[in-house]
């Protein structure tokens, strides 16, 4: 049986995802086929090639995002991209998907004319590095003469590959929509910022129906998408989140 994992977007709260993996697995639970945009980009990719979920949640720990030496310099971010390539490298020796133990599917955004790009053949690390360029901090990504930038920018739920590839679904998504105030949104940029956040939570909802189990830890609201001094808090999130979902859903695997 083919069982899909897809797992969302949501920057230092796609440590989330890793506790899910932890708690699937404790559970008999092995997904054969992962769809992922982002944070669930890297950390789908990593699992899928056959890395254990505590040296994933190693890698979290210790990939330092915002460094001097990675500061982008003439280019449009903050934090230049490809200086993640030799972190993934050491962890993803061989670069390409073929590499695999797992059918992996990854998301980017075309930044020129504005389509979804699915990745899951060729080059592995730079389509997962494009995956996690978070708009505005990180330089977009070139693969093959074309720019990309977080997959999440137009899919942040990336369930369209897995639908006619596998028998179950099970989703994964740590970017929920905190609850807000009007007095909270201060300035012009805030109520954009909102709006997006809205648009992104609203189309991503919608295909939570197609899951057949669905992890959704709402308390991730708490923490933020650079808030990398809380990993373990997240991990656990993610964790015990999923281990009561599975108490209360119980998949069939026949």
Excluded at 11 to 30: M, P, Q, S, T, V
Excluded at 196 to 219: H, L, N, W
Aim: proline content about 4%; aromatic content about 12%.
């Amino acid at each position: 049986m083919n069982i899909g994992l897809v797992l969302s977007g949501g920057g230092a709260r796609g440590a989330a995802h890793i506790g899910a993996i932890k708690a699937l697995e404790e559970d008999g639970i092995f997904p054969t086929h992962i769809s992922g945009t982002s944070a669930g980009a890297i950390v789908g990719a990593l699992y899928a090639a056959g890395i254990s979920w505590s040296e994933i949640l190693n890698f979290f720990k210790t990939i330092s995002i915002f460094q001097t030496n990675r500061y982008a310099r003439n280019k449009p971010g903050f934090i230049n991209s490809e200086n993640f390539y030799d972190d993934l490298k050491a962890y993803l020796p061989k670069d390409n998907f073929d590499a695999l133990k797992k059918t992996m599917f990854i998301t980017a955004a075309n930044l020129i004319d504005g389509t979804s790009k699915v990745f899951s053949k060729g080059q592995l690390i730079k389509p997962i590095i494009a995956s996690a360029s978070f708009p505005g901090v990180f330089t977009p990504t070139e693969i093959n003469g074309k720019f990309y930038i977080d997959g999440g920018t137009l899919d942040n739920f990336p369930i369209e590959p897995l639908k006619k590839e596998c028998d179950k679904i099970i989703g994964v998504y740590v970017n929920p929509l905190k609850k807000i105030k009007i007095k909270d949104l201060k300035h012009s940029y805030s109520v954009v910022q909102r709006a997006y956040k809205i648009k992104v939570a609203a189309e991503s909802s919608s295909k939570f129906s197609i899951c057949d189990v669905m992890i959704y830890p709402e308390e991730l609201v708490n923490y933020g998408t650079f808030e990398m001094n809380n990993i373990d808090a997240i991990f656990n999130l993610g964790y015990t989140t999923t281990k009561k979902v599975l108490s209360e859903v119980k998949l069939t695997l026949t």
